[in-house]
């Protein structure tokens, strides 16, 4: 069974640009959650969609990040304009129940 | 700062035995988990336990909960340098569709 894949592996902005990460969820999971992982902490959820709704996006900073996730299977995350705090691992995570969550490999930025 | 709260580091001899500890503030929790993050690696669930349970085991992994002082272990046997990595506790959140509240992860190294 494929995993959670995530894409890029690695980016570089400088502030106030834009960037987007994608995530292709295992395939039937109906959760789909986004993390942040800052260097040294553990992992803080940012959005959690159920199929394709919203069920919790109270940590998400709105004014600059935006989620989606169209049909209920792939999601992109996109962060506009980037701040150098936004520096982290963004990590995608599925799940078939809410029990188990399964992680991709993440996306690291790093912001100039 | 996190709610989760685990112990930084643990340095342990190939073949001993690893005990890393954790302590939660849900006491509704319904599930305990511990995930391992290798270097540039996204989460990996290594195990979970219900909060109903004292004990689980798993191959070389043994998971321990009091419920009452609300404290979580997790015993590695006969640990191996493969073993090196951060181990995250998390504990789930009641009626949130499965969020997670992680530690900060315990750094555990390996030595020959």
């Known amino acids: 069974e494929a995993g959670v894949a995530q894409s890029p592996r690695y980016k570089i902005i400088e502030k106030r640009q834009s960037v987007a990460f994608w995530c292709n969820p295992i395939?039937?999971?109906?959760?789909l959650y986004w993390y942040q992982q800052i260097l040294g902490q553990g992992p803080k959820l940012l959005i959690q969609f159920q199929n394709n709704g919203v069920v919790d996006d109270s940590q998400l900073p709105k004014d600059r990040f935006s989620a989606e996730r169209l049909k209920g299977v792939d999601s992109t995350l996109k962060i506009q304009p980037a701040k150098l705090e936004d520096s982290a691992v963004y990590l995608c995570?599925?799940?078939?129940?809410?029990?188990?969550?399964?992680f991709g490999p993440g996306t690291r930025l790093t912001v100039l | 700062g996190e709610d989760v709260e685990q112990s930084l580091f643990l340095s342990v001899r190939e073949g001993d035995s690893s005990v890393i500890n954790c302590t939660y503030t849900d006491s509704s929790s319904t599930y305990l988990y511990w995930y391992k993050q290798e270097p540039g690696a996204g989460l990996q669930l290594l195990t979970y336990i219900f909060s109903n349970m004292d004990m689980k085991q798993d191959q070389r992994l043994t998971v321990l909960l009091n419920k009452k002082d609300k404290h979580l272990s997790l015993r590695i046997a006969d640990t191996q340098t493969g073993d090196s990595a951060i181990y995250f506790c998390?504990?789930?959140?009641?009626?949130?569709?499965?969020?997670?509240?992680f530690g900060a992860g315990t750094q555990v190294v390996v030595t020959p």
């Open positions: 998390a504990e789930s959140i009641p009626d949130s569709w499965g969020k997670l509240q």
């Open positions: 395939s039937g999971h109906a959760t």
């Open positions: 995570a599925s799940s078939p129940s809410g029990t188990e969550q399964f």
